[in-house]
């Protein structure tokens, strides 16, 4: 069994947990539905959003020189960074120059890719994740779930013991209204002391050599305002060409994460406060890579919305720690193989392959038709799984060759009638460990064919 | 270095030229965006108010928070307690329950209102402050997003944004709640200038 089932089967170990995790997301994705049929030109708007993201693609070289350009005019010292490690140490070395001991995060799936908290927490530095879902599983000592829900695995009893133990909440205490209190309460400290401030990207305009932090909670801007360094670290592919085109990506990107016409705060940062410092840190850590395989590039285009993690099927049902990577579900099995093909070799099977990522992707990423193509690489490049490689290896003689076929087609239907359930639900059996087997027909349509075609 | 690694792989690694399309305005026929931007602003958590006929600003804000003992605003009408050019560091904004700032345009499909820190005072106050009071003059709101970036220079001042309603997170259980890291309310004060 791959690593992705083997956890995701004991995830469902708990039934009644699996469904209400299944219908937790399921109503965001409801939640999204109504959004787009809100907005008659929503078909549009995406096929705008994959065109965007197409052109900046094949132009990505001037957008990042010229965004960093425009960036520097405007008082911005900008980084670049070839991999997590190179990223983790321009940071620390940021930090190192002002004398930072305090820091405040807002989320950034990117410094999550990086382990950019583990690096600087070694080197003596306070880390404070700032927004609530990240700060619950920053405390529980866990990774991310979800890259827009971070703690959408944990329930509230969990949580309320969690902040008694580390908040000194009361006891027993559940009601999110008061956990939440008690956390804004406890990041407040933490906002009015920290030296610096750390906030993921959005969106990186080319033309104005400015950055987007969108959040519902304010924490990326408490946390920028305050302290006098900011830095905003930023893979390559954020980059998008004007400012008019954050028209798209703003319409598009709430309402296919949350179901919200928009997050409460869209935050425009240009140039350092007075008397400030901002950094601006580009990452690549192997987006170059992808960029140059033909199949796999439209990954690039992510927008980072979760829409797809909502509605997968498997998702639902294993949850985002049963993939074993920062960014979990659909997209993140297309992003992860590129990265390391036999680590994440089970991810791409991680999929029944129903489309429907690609169906509310706001960028119109091809997600399902990239994980059936990844399942090829991975086949060819030999990291099937023994079982997996002699079944499809037999699979493929018996499918390419008609006698053969009708054979076994005769001795399946014959053996599923006839065999006692031990010699057909066993251990070499995997499909049938929680399903029935399907009833058998009583003739191949070949022979029904033969039988009928004279009336 | 590293920059010249990235740049090269890229050039190495991209794909042939794609166009850029061109973005419509997709303008909606409704002549009024007034009404949809108050609905959608209520929707998202906001209080919306139209004082013309209204006994002044001060008195609706005292209605309003009549516990409030910190105001700050770096607008002349308002009687602030705070005077926001001679604060010694932006900390000392921990102690203001109501911020009240002039936004530049709102956005009807949202109930998003554009401010920069020139309206702000502070680049923090927006967020630091327990209830945020939204100036916005009715003829300044647009229909959608693309033609609120039309009308606005994102890069005229070092920071910007849209606020769309109080600070709010359901990153427990799913739940709704009102107030996380920033402000716990957003009332819009909807007054045509003279």
């Not at chain 1, 003596?124 to 695995?153: C, F, N, W, Y």
Request: hydrophobic letters at 40%; a neutral charge.
């Amino acid at each position: 069994m791959n690593q992705h089932a083997q956890k995701a089967a004991e995830f469902i170990r708990n039934e009644s947990r699996t469904d209400w995790h299944d219908e937790a997301l399921w109503f965001i994705r409801s939640k999204r539905d109504k959004a787009a049929h809100g907005i008659p030109e929503w078909e549009e708007l995406r096929e705008l959003a994959s065109q965007v993201k197409s052109h900046v693609l094949s132009k990505l070289d001037q957008y990042l020189e010229q965004f960093e350009a425009r960036a520097i005019q405007n008082g911005v010292q900008v980084h670049w960074a070839a991999d997590a490690e190179e990223h983790n140490r321009i940071v620390h070395s940021i930090l190192k120059r002002h004398q930072v001991q305090h820091l405040v995060k807002s989320k950034s799936m990117l410094t999550e890719e990086c382990h950019l908290n583990d690096y600087l927490i070694e080197r003596g530095i306070e880390v404070v994740d700032t927004d609530l879902g990240e700060r619950i599983i920053q405390l529980k000592g866990e990774p991310p779930s979800h890259i827009v829900m971070p703690a959408i695995h944990l329930k509230k009893e969990e949580v309320g013991e969690l902040f008694h133990e580390k908040l000194h909440t009361e006891k027993g205490a559940t009601d999110p209204k008061y956990l939440t209190e008690a956390a804004r309460q406890h990041l407040r400290q933490k906002f009015l002391t920290a030296q610096a401030a750390i906030t993921g990207v959005n969106f990186a305009i080319a033309e104005t050599g400015g950055v987007v932090v969108c959040t519902n909670e304010g924490n990326a801007d408490m946390g920028v305002h305050l302290a006098p360094v900011q830095i905003h670290c930023m893979g390559i592919e954020k980059i998008i060409p004007k400012a008019e085109h954050l028209g798209i990506f703003t319409r598009l990107l709430a309402r296919s994460a949350t179901g919200q016409p928009i997050t409460i705060y869209t935050s425009h940062y240009h140039r350092p406060k007075t008397g400030g410092a901002m950094h601006v840190v580009i990452v690549d850590n192997g987006r170059t890579a992808q960029l140059g395989r033909e199949d796999f590039r439209n990954s690039l285009k992510c927008i980072r919305c979760g829409a797809c993690m909502n509605t997968c099927p498997i998702y639902r049902r294993s949850g985002g720690h049963s993939y074993g990577y920062t960014v979990p579900g659909p997209i993140g099995s297309i992003l992860t193989p590129g990265l390391d093909l036999k680590k994440y070799s089970g991810l791409p099977f991680a999929s029944t392959l129903c489309g429907s990522c690609s169906d509310v992707c706001p960028v119109k990423i091809n997600i399902h038709e990239q994980l059936y193509r990844w399942r090829q690489v991975i086949a060819e490049q030999g990291h099937l799984p023994a079982a997996k490689r002699q079944s499809m290896k037999w699979a493929g003689r018996v499918l390419s060759r008609p006698g053969w076929y009708n054979f076994f087609g005769k001795i399946g239907r014959w053996a599923i009638r006839r065999l006692p359930r031990p010699f057909l639900y066993n251990r070499f059996n995997e499909w049938g460990k929680d399903r029935e087997l399907p009833e058998p027909p009583r003739q191949s349509f070949k022979e029904w064919y033969r039988e009928n075609k004279r009336l | 270095m590293s920059k010249s690694k990235i740049i090269a792989a890229i050039q190495k690694n991209k794909p042939a030229e794609v166009l850029l399309p061109s973005i419509p305005s997709f303008e909606t026929g409704n002549a009024k965006p007034f009404d949809a931007f108050v609905a959608t602003a209520e929707a998202g958590g906001s209080q919306v108010f139209r004082i013309s006929d209204s006994p002044g600003l001060n008195t609706v804000i005292n209605t309003l928070f009549p516990e409030a003992v910190n105001i700050a605003s770096p607008l002349p009408t308002v009687r602030s307690t705070i005077d926001l050019e001679k604060i010694q560091s932006t900390t000392d904004l921990e102690s203001v329950d109501v911020a009240v700032i002039k936004g530049q345009l709102g956005v009807a499909e949202n109930g998003a209102v554009w401010v920069t820190e020139a309206d702000c005072g502070q680049r923090v106050l927006p967020f630091i402050t327990q209830h945020l009071i939204i100036l916005l003059d009715p003829a300044d709101i647009v229909h959608n997003m693309q033609e609120a970036y039309q009308r606005i220079p994102v890069d005229a001042t070092g920071f910007g944004l849209f606020i769309a309603g109080p600070s709010k997170t359901a990153d427990i259980e799913q739940s709704l709640v009102i107030g996380a890291q920033g402000a716990r309310s957003l009332t819009i004060f909807l007054e045509a200038s003279q």
